[in-house]
T-cell receptor, first 112, second 114 residues
Framework: DTEVTQTPKHLVMGMTNKKSLKCEQHMGHRAMYWYKQKAKKPPELMFVYSYEKLSINESVPSRFSPECPNSSLLNLHLHALQPEDSALYLC???????????FGPGTRLLVL | AQSVTQPDIHITVSEGASLELRCNYSYGATPYLFWYVQSPGQGLQLLLKYFSGDTLVQGIKGFEAEFKRSQSSFNLRKPSVHWSDAAEYFCAVGESGGYQKVTFGTGTKLQVIP
């Protein structure tokens, strides 16, 4: 089973709202990733968690706050977003940092 | 820094025709190389990967890719395209030696005509 699940599939939020994106995998992977993908662009890495610790933050604004409560779950907390943050947010996981990344279906976020 | 170039933004092929999508990478050491496919509004699905060994790699859905170190290329091929292959294809390079960062190319959109 190489499934990564993400909820919700779609999210619409105002600039003053607080919301969270959720990602889950049950493959025993120890590295998890958040990517942002704008239309007609490749995914851009935002954060990497390795063994439940944040190991990479690609200079992402603080209005995005990742959290890894356990080895199977990864959250992305959103607060005071801007319309330009509207995008497809992809989660991925890998066995460890060296292995192939498996992607979830994404959450399509629209900020009004 | 590593980088990936996919020179073709958009490719149109007839159903049943052969396909080759080009990918060139820039990386100092031996790279990890990947091809992913993305249908509209969906996540990325891994087609195949190259870490080491045989330079001709077989993947899912009848795709294959060949690693050519002398040309810094990792082109994706399929002998006979199906209408369901229409999607965006991303080539990606990962740093070898245990690091997690993967860099994606800008993608090639494949259109299949009957």
């Amino acid at each position: 089973d190489t499934e990564v699940t993400q909820t919700p599939k779609h999210l619409v939020m105002g600039m003053t709202n607080k919301k969270s994106l959720k990602c889950e995998q049950h493959m025993g992977h120890r590295a998890m990733y958040w990517y942002k993908q704008k239309a007609k662009k490749p995914p851009e890495l935002m954060f990497v968690y390795s063994y439940e610790k944040l190991s990479i933050n690609e200079s992402v604004p603080s209005r995005f706050s990742p959290e890894c409560p356990n080895s199977s779950l990864l959250n992305l907390h959103l607060h005071a977003l801007q319309p330009e943050d509207s995008a497809l947010y992809l989660c991925a996981s890998s066995q460890d940092g060296t292995e192939t990344q498996y992607f979830g279906p994404g959450t399509r976020l629209l900020v009004l | 820094a590593q980088s990936v170039t996919q020179p073709d933004i958009h490719i149109t092929v007839s159903e049943g025709a052969s396909l080759e999508l080009r990918c060139n990478y820039s990386y100092g050491a031996t790279p990890y190389l990947f091809w992913y496919v993305q249908s509209p509004g969906q996540g990325l699905q891994l087609l195949l990967k190259y870490f080491s060994g045989d330079t001709l790699v077989q993947g899912i859905k009848g795709f294959e890719a060949e690693f050519k170190r002398s040309q810094s290329s990792f082109n994706l091929r399929k002998p006979s395209v199906h209408w369901s292959d229409a999607a965006e294809y991303f080539c990606a390079v990962g740093e070898s030696g245990g690091y997690q960062k993967v860099t994606f190319g800008t993608g090639t959109k494949l259109q299949v005509i009957p």
